[in-house]
């Protein structure tokens, strides 16, 4: 080994032995194939406590690290498929994506992305396979909700009348932290009523809107309509509510007049649950 | 007390502090902290809007705030991460923090982090790598980086320098801060043969701006640094001497896996109190063999511990 090129080859043999998948044995076979390096070359031998042992706790403790933020980030996911089923589906991850950020809070973004692509393809299971992706989605979503921007420290919003919609003068925007889900199931009751039960029971199978919003630092996790799902949408920028809801009608295939009808008893609730502000 | 020339860097002693932590963020917001100061962990904070930013900033208005960063990886073969350092600036920013500080390790390479402080071959070519980088980062963030000890596991045949020579020499060329971890000079002290109250001993005590304590894992073989436990009395002693030799510097508990209660955190804080006097707490070092412990935690990272 060079002088030069010791540090750097080090470090990729430990990042090595520490991410790859397999027994301690198998990391290090895949370590020397790599990087021309065996234990022996690398590892002083201290104090009665060998080479492979001191190593070992790095690399138990890298899959055993990640796995308990894996698990405090998906807890509705690891009630509902159990704690063996979970563990294994996060090891997975963990192993074959491993993190490029220097948050943790990133970690498991990519998650229910990876459990969509790793599903079985078994048809007689049909949609129930796609069920451990969409927890995760909106699990995932709650957590960024928790962390994005809201509008808690922002001025109190102007007064309004919903009625101001039909004089097209009022407008609206989605709150920044406001994250959007269309699901395969009904979730949104599931993922409230789960906190207590060890593994609940399979949510309903129907396509489903969830809006996810924040209001004094308390999230809200709402199922809501199409047409409700609609108008969010086109008020990801700052617009008016009679020109969103015109968009909302032709998306939901609604009519216009009962839509508007409708926005005008739901606006209050929207702003209630912060989902929506107006400007 | 000895006179120390320009003591802490210039920097205040701060008293002592304890982990602003989320567990305790329902406590804090209705109860006075009873402590001196807080240390955060910057990478929970980082782009972090919700709640955990409006504790942190009433807590930043009625007591010093010191930011303690876990990936910066001073020591790794990556370039540095520019896009990170100005993440942490920003926060700097906002929250005013006393210092900030980090570790002497490496986090990850080619890309790839691994969330754990891997220790650094100990050599000359080391040294140079990360003097040039800490280096960079003060002049970046326009102060003084303050870099802790790691606890570790393993030493590597290549190393020729010892960690407090090591720290030491940083210290000297590059006017670092040091934070010293009496709880990790002991852990490693075990696992790799040494004795700490050498390596204590031989700091340069005026670079050390922070000492933190906690409590250990005996797991038969070796130490681990799980954060979890009560301090030992054989750390509170090297605490005792760190003391002496600095001639007063903060203090900051850490507790980051089973975290108590606030106020039992304070109590145990409080500890230090009497043995700078000489009141050594008959505390013992925790035992568990089993296989599950692991170095250090992240609970305390976890959005919804």
Redesign the interface.
Known sequence: ?T??Q???R???W??TV??ERGSLADKLQTATQLHGLSIE????E????P?H???G??T???V???L??MR??F?ALRRFVGEPVFDAFAKAYIVTE????????D?GAGFPRFLDQTKPTNKEMGALLDLPAEIARLERAR?EV?????V?EEPAPPLFSPLEIFTSDLKVQATPCLRLLELKFSLADFFDNDTDQEQPPPPEQRRSFVAIG?FD?RIHVKEIEHWQFAFLQACENPASAHVAAGRAAEESGTEPAVLLAQLVLWLPVAMQFGLLRPV | MRNLENQRLGLPNLGLGVGLRNQHFAYLMRNDPQVDWFEIIS?NF???????R?VLERMASIRPIVMHGV?L?IG??DPL?WE?LKSLKMLAEFVQPKWISDHLC???????????L?P??L????LS?VIERVEQVQDFLQRPLVLENPSS???????TITEWDFLSELAKQTGCGLLLDVNNVYVSGH???FDPEHYIRSLPHASVVQIHIAGPTDCG??L?DTHDQPVPAKVWRLYKLAQELTGGVSTLLEWDANIPDFPDLVLELRKAEAVVQGVIPDAPLHHDPA??I??????F?????
């Open positions: 080994m002088t030069e010791s540090l750097g080090l470090q990729l430990m990042k520490v991410t070359d690398v590892v002083a201290k104090c009665d406590l080479a042992k001191r190593l706790i790095y138990s403790g890298y055993a690290r990640l308990e933020c405090a980030d807890p491993p993190s490029h950020s220097p948050s943790l809070f970690l957590t928790m962390r994005a921007r809201g808690e924040r630092y | 990478e980082i782009d972090n809007f919700g709640f955990a409006h990936s990886s790794s073969t991460d990170y490496w986090t990850g390479v080619a890309n790839v982090n691994t969330h754990d891997l650094l071959p050599t000359e070519e080391s790598h596991y393993l030493e590597f045949k290549e190393s696992n790799h043969g073989q070796y681990v296989a599950h692991v170095s250090n935690p992240v609970d990272q976890l959005v919804s511990a």
